[in-house]
């Protein structure tokens, strides 16, 4: 049974899943859409074009679908779209797009922990992590089961890579290479994610793999052209070797390393 308090503002319009709870003070706009049994706690905003799917959470003083702070915006509608099961904590910012149709967009099963920001136009995977205090500008690609330590900035038009764990207090103006820790202040790939990818169960011979190709990239002096030459030349066709692989050829900003 949905649950409303009777202080929460519901505006005309809004769309209200099954089981869903709603606690003192909440306010939820006219175009939102807020999937079965989540949770809207006291004093959360949920507003703009935003669609929230099941089992999500919004914690206090939340705003998830704010208008873009980019200046460039001059109209047209725009949105935020979450999966199932994210919960975003308390002082979460999600703001809708800045183009006439452009998505703000974070996966299923992420979590987002407080005083995080989400500017226009990000896209999130799934099972992210991002720990507290972190901002991501415009324009940011997060692939799935990355780690973002806390206090840390991401420049606008960045990616970060699949498994990869970012340090606390990183600045990120590159893009971040996938199942790589990248870390500090300027930043660099000091290792693979090893803890992280035992953990999801990748194979030794993976880990290894990957521990070739990061010494490669980041240690061995060679230019970028000439470290991918040599991976396609010496180590085994793995899926997860040619994700890396191709993060490097489609970087616009560079890879950190």
Known sequence: MTTIHSTAVI????????????????????DVVVGDECKIFAHAMVSGR???GAGCEVHPFAHIGGKT??????????YVEVGERTVMREYVTINCGTRDGEVTKVGSDCLLMTYVHLAHGCVFGDHVIVS??????????VEDHATVGGLCAVHQFC?????????AASLIVQDA???FITSGNPSAAAAINLVGLTRRGFSEETRRVLKSAHKLLCRSGLNV??????????LPDL????HLVEFFKTTQRGVIR
Request: charged share 20%.
């Open 11 to 30: 505006e005309d319009g809004a769309q209200l899943g099954r089981d869903v709870v709603v606690g003192p003070y909440a306010v939820i706009g006219p």
């Open 50 to 52: 935003t669609t929230l």
């Open 69 to 78: 702070q980019d200046l460039k915006f001059d109209g047209g509608a725009t």
């Open 132 to 141: 507290n205090a972190t901002q991501f500008a415009g324009e940011v690609t």
């Open 159 to 167: 990616r970060i890579g699949c498994h990869a764990m970012i340090g």
């Open 177 to 179: 290479a996938p199942y």
């Open 225 to 234: 052209s000439d470290a991918l030459a040599e991976i396609g030349k010496t």
């Open 239 to 242: 899926p997860e070797l040619a």
